[in-house]
């Protein structure tokens, strides 16, 4: 049993290489088998093993583990390793499951739609002959850039073995192009004394075009007391022949992952990828313009159009101002795909250059070098020497076109290739939105006579209004691509609710598309609680600091959706009731919840909540869900804030 708390542990710390040594031990002896097969699966996943994690999803599955997302990332690693027909049925198992969450089942089913034009992915194959560069090692080496005649890239070398996946920590190194690029070797040198940590990972460095400024992502420096991937940019200067002491730059975001920089052509612009607050999906690009005194304006996202809900990283502006970068979210072979971004009057068409750079695994990082016919990349494919290798590529010689460019203009509307056209004429897609209003509860009920009022998701100002027939359906409503929008549905005798619906990363990709109009409905589920006095309500992730009673930014989050409650329900009142656990005397805890209740309390009122409307409540350990708490997980749920209907 210790092994496996050892393991929950290191797993909680993100030491995923760690956590695997101790369940595989638990797994050994038997130990809560099921769990900890999944958790050996998602520590290789965690860590950007999907392969080695697939026996293990497999075996929790088989076990009858209950954790909703456990097939969905089963699906996904056997859809990295090529296992195209068993991960489209395993993701359209998913896409059934009732207690799945709403995105994973959408992407699923996206999932679904990309395997079946995988053939369509793998004809688009370019005339280019890769070689695996022979300074390859067992380890990790990507993010190859280029400075002169010299290769600059990121690699595994660091005394500091990483115990998040057992690697050496990453460093940045070069070394001299040979006058055959595909048989550069021999033995990287560190980049430069000066930007060397040796506690922390230093990555993905870019130059700007006099090569004399580097950005690069820095992470894990030791200042934190959690392992999470704390990434940030940092920015170092050559002056007169020396790399000034690494510094962080201004536009880095505390909460989020910065990382994988990349210069404009002119050096006035800086691309990196962030994860930040805001963004269209998991790692977004994002571009800020630099001025001549070194300063950085606010960070833009670069939109719907070349941002998905999956991550997409790792751009790069080649020559003639193309934009190139890595995305798993876009229709793709496996992992992170390569695509290119190409503008032409004011239309972003995006395309996946195929094969050979893109495989089942993750490709990305691609720069060009001496020309737009040869360059580098980085890839963890199978046939490679270790984890992530920098591979060479290069077109015939007497090629008159560029390779990483269609051969004809991949915007001409008579272009087979363009996905946007068919036949010459444009692909339209036409969004509605429809759906069922139903009384929460085990056997949701539908709810007839209900009104359903389409907002802006920014104001009130309404769009449409439907009423709910017999069988609780309303609709359809015609809805635009990025935009978000808010349904407000009241029905007397239930307690008015918002429901948020937003159209980001639903827009179906032209590659999709086999006809000239295509029409497609969403349609969406809204539960509405019925209006009964003495009810209550948990309200979610409303957490405290220990031992503080003071409102937390991400518990405003979730206290500002009751303050739209009680507006949406003016005549409602409440009791805000605060319960703790169990680890301090009843007194102690009496008087701090009684607090944390009058905290929240005063929080709604300051949005304008009548103070009259509610009263504070604390209870401290008296009510507790698990009497006897032993894990924290148990004793969060015990640490709970509360809202009971007293009168309406």
């Known amino acids: 049993m210790q092994a496996y708390k050892d393991g929950q542990?290191?797993?909680?710390?993100?030491?995923?290489?760690?956590a695997i040594k101790g369940f595989q031990k638990a797994a050994e002896a038997n130990i809560e088998p099921v769990q900890t097969s999944y958790l050996i699966a998602e520590s290789y996943r965690l860590?950007?093993?999907?392969?080695e994690a697939i026996p293990y999803y497999k075996k929790a599955l088989d076990g009858g583990i209950t954790n909703p997302d456990a097939r969905f990332q089963y699906a996904y690693a056997l859809k990295t390793t090529g296992e195209y027909a068993d991960a489209s049925a395993q993701f359209s198992e998913f896409a059934k499951t009732q207690n799945a969450p709403q995105n994973l089942q959408e992407r699923a089913l996206r999932e679904v739609e990309i395997i079946r034009i995988a053939d369509r992915l793998k004809a688009n194959k370019m005339d280019v002959e890769l070689k695996d560069l022979p300074l390859n090692t067992a380890g990790s080496e990507f993010a190859p850039t280029v400075v002169g005649n010299e290769l600059v890239f990121s690699a595994s070398k660091k005394d500091k073995i990483y115990t998040n996946n057992g690697q050496q920590m990453l460093g940045l190194y070069k070394i001299n192009i040979a006058s055959d690029p595909g048989n550069t070797q021999g033995n990287?040198?560190?980049?430069?004394?000066e930007v060397f940590e040796p506690e922390a990972h230093d990555a993905s460095p870019a130059f700007s075009p006099d090569g004399k400024t580097l950005v690069f992502a820095r992470s894990n420096t030791g200042k934190k007391k959690d392992k999470s991937p704390d990434v940030d940019l940092y920015m170092s200067r050559n002056i007169n022949g020396q790399w000034s002491a690494p510094a962080p730059l201004p536009i880095n975001d505390s909460l989020a992952w910065d990382g994988s920089p990349a210069f404009s052509r002119d050096g006035?612009?800086?691309y990196f990828a962030s994860n930040r607050a805001g963004g269209v999906g998991g790692i977004d690009i994002y571009r800020t313009n630099m001025d001549a005194s070194g300063r950085f304006s606010r960070p833009v996202n670069m939109g719907r159009d070349i941002n998905t809900p999956g991550d997409d990283m790792f751009p790069y502006v080649a020559e003639g101002g193309k934009l190139y970068f890595a995305s798993d979210g876009h229709p793709g072979l496996g992992k992170l795909d390569l695509f290119s971004a190409t503008r032409t009057q004011g239309v972003i068409t995006i395309e996946n250059l195929g094969l050979?750079?893109?495989s089942p695994q993750d490709d990305f990082g691609l720069v060009f070098y001496q020309n737009l016919k040869k360059g580098f990349f980085a890839s963890n494919r199978d046939g490679g020497k270790g984890d992530d290798d920098i591979y060479y590529f290069a077109a015939p010689e007497d090629e008159d076109t560029t390779t990483v460019a269609k051969?004809?203009?991949?915007?001409?509307?008579?272009n087979p290739n363009n996905p946007n056209y068919i036949n010459g004429k444009p692909k339209v897609v036409r969004y509605f939105l429809a759906g069922t209003v139903v009384e929460?509860?085990?056997?949701?009920?539908?709810?007839?006579?209900?009104?359903?009022?389409i907002l802006p998701d920014t104001s009130d100002t309404q769009i449409a209004e439907y009423p709910t027939a017999k069988d609780g359906k309303f609709g359809k409503q015609s809805v635009e691509e990025g935009k978000s929008y808010q349904l407000l549905v009241q029905r007397k005798g239930y307690i008015s609710k918002r429901e948020p619906f937003s159209m980001a990363g639903r827009n179906i990709p032209p590659i999709f598309l086999t006809k000239e109009l295509t029409d497609t409905t969403f349609n969406v589920t809204i539960k509405l609680d019925k209006l009964e006095l003495n009810k209550t309500f948990v309200l979610e992730n409303i957490y405290y600091d220990l031992d503080k009673y003071n409102i937390r930014p991400d518990a405003a989050i979730e206290l500002d959706k009751l303050v739209q409650i009680l507006k949406d329900n003016p005549t409602m009142t409440i009791e805000l009731s605060s319960h703790t656990d169990a680890r301090a005397t009843d007194a102690y805890n009496m008087t701090l919840s009684q607090n944390r209740a009058e905290s929240a309390v005063a929080y709604l009122n300051s949005k304008g909540i009548e103070a009259d409307r509610m009263e504070a409540k604390g209870y401290g350990e008296r009510e507790l869900i698990i009497p006897n708490a032993k894990t924290e997980e148990e004793h969060q749920r015990n640490r709970r804030t509360e809202f009971t209907i007293l009168s309406y």
Do not use: W
Request: a neutral charge; charged letters at 25%; zero cysteines.
């Open 268 to 270: 006035k612009t800086l």
């Open 47 to 51: 860590s950007n093993r999907f392969k």
């Open 407 to 414: 051969h004809t203009d991949p915007n001409d509307p008579l």
């Open 9 to 18: 542990k290191k797993f909680a710390n993100g030491e995923y290489d760690l």
């Open 440 to 453: 929460n509860g085990e056997t949701p009920s539908p709810i007839d006579s209900a009104v359903v009022r």
């Open 188 to 193: 990287p040198v560190l980049f430069s004394q």
């Open 356 to 358: 050979p750079f893109n």
